[in-house]
């Protein structure tokens, strides 16, 4: 027992001397180094660290990953999204088909998604007039009835598609006076902004499509959204428009915002930006395949079949008349100028001095008003009794001529 106890009282006293600093001691600090000499930094392996030494116990730190790097061995990576694939756009034909695109931020994108879902036809070609920061509201900003007329008037569209409201919640500025969103007031100078774009478009007389405002995560905005849906519809309809509904593209069953569903691929994709308003490419794709459905199927484009849309090209203009009203005006035509060609005469007819002297059959049906002679035996012959048909007299048979005997 003994040993025991000196035994122990030896590693004790070992291991307090080892923990000591090297430089504890009675030794002076010589002049002048006074607050100079580095303290060593204290120790924190504890009684381990004085068993085993500090090289085998080592504090663990977990690796890093630096952003863009592969992961690491013995990690799970986490699935990457797909990116969406983007279409070369062929060149156009000089005599496409125009597709006009107006409207806020939501129209840039859609015009974004039907340029690539058109991107490999070239008789159709879209033309983004869009304002990302415009709307109805703020007509001092943006007045989308006076830029629509001159708009119409430079692209002369084929087709027009609309896209407004998003940034539509705000007040109404009339004068000095501020109308509340949604109150009676509001409501009444909105609806008037709408039906007026969507006569202008009637008079214009192309086919023209109005996007229903997109549901939105905020609940408020969501709210919003849904109420100026329909406001929109009943004067698009009047004008003989045609309103592309989008909003269960972009809900659940039970009608609330996702951020994320099918594309138009059928693939799980992100559809809506972080913000809960923009959309993504996939999105915006998805905005295209609903307004480009609606368009084929009131029209007849989409698959080749442009020429279901009127082939004569739009030459006329819109312009207001002293009485306020808007009229399609055509183009103007001279009356005195030349007929094209410089010529009255039908192509292969008689010459110019046979019409004047009235001996052809064509003239006197024509300018004389007299009827066509009577051939006898003709089906247009209604003579009783029936005249006797002109005998065919065949004609002579050639003669052979007879071999010469030779001498």
Request: proline share 10%; hydrophobic share 40%.
């Amino acid at each position: 027992m003994a040993r025991r106890g000196l035994l122990t009282l030896t590693l004790m006293a070992l291991a307090l001397l080892v923990a000591l600093p090297a430089d504890f001691g009675f030794a002076q600090t010589p002049p002048g180094e006074v607050g100079q000499r580095a303290q060593a930094p204290p120790r924190r392996g504890g009684f381990l660290e004085l068993l085993f030494g500090p090289r085998l116990i080592q504090p663990f730190r977990a690796p890093l990953q630096r952003f863009g790097q592969p992961p690491l061995q013995g990690q799970r990576a986490r699935p990457a999204q797909p990116s969406v694939p983007t279409v070369a756009v062929v060149p156009k034909d000089p005599e496409a088909k125009k597709i006009l695109v107006l409207g806020d931020f939501v129209a840039g994108g859609l015009a974004w998604g039907l340029n690539q879902t058109f991107a490999e036809e070239p008789k159709l070609v879209v033309v983004d007039r869009s304002n990302s920061a415009s709307g109805l509201v703020r007509s001092d900003y943006y007045d989308w009835n006076a830029e629509l007329l001159k708009i119409l008037n430079e692209e002369k569209p084929d087709i027009v598609v609309i896209a407004l409201g998003s940034n539509d919640r705000q007040q109404i500025r009339v004068d000095r006076e501020r109308l509340a969103p949604r109150s009676e007031p509001w409501q009444k100078i909105y609806v008037e902004r709408v039906t007026a774009m969507a006569d202008t478009l009637k008079v214009f007389g192309r086919p023209f499509f109005w996007l229903s405002a997109p549901p939105m995560r905020q609940s408020s905005a969501m709210r919003d959204m849904a109420y100026l849906n329909e406001l929109y519809k009943p004067p698009v309809e009047a004008a003989g428009g045609h309103l592309v509904d989008i909003w269960g593209g972009f809900t659940n069953e039970d009608g609330r915002y996702i951020s994320s569903g099918p594309d138009v691929g059928g693939q799980l994709r992100s559809l809506r930006a972080g913000d809960g308003i923009n959309f993504t490419r996939a999105g915006r794709l998805k905005l295209a395949f609903y307004v480009e459905r609606e368009i084929r199927r009131q029209t007849g484009i989409g698959a080749g079949a442009v020429d279901l849309i009127a082939s004569t090209d739009q030459q006329s203009q819109i312009e207001i008349g002293p009485d306020g009203q808007k009229r399609l005006v055509g183009p103007v035509i001279s009356l005195s100028d030349p007929l094209p060609g410089g010529s009255d005469l039908l192509a292969g007819g008689p010459n110019e001095a046979a019409v004047k002297e009235g001996e052809t059959p064509q003239y006197l049906m024509i300018v004389k008003g007299a009827a066509l002679p009577v051939v006898s035996g003709r089906a247009d012959d209604f003579t009783w009794p029936p005249r006797p048909r002109a005998a065919v007299v065949p004609p002579p048979a050639a003669s052979v001529p007879q071999p010469v005997a030779g001498n």
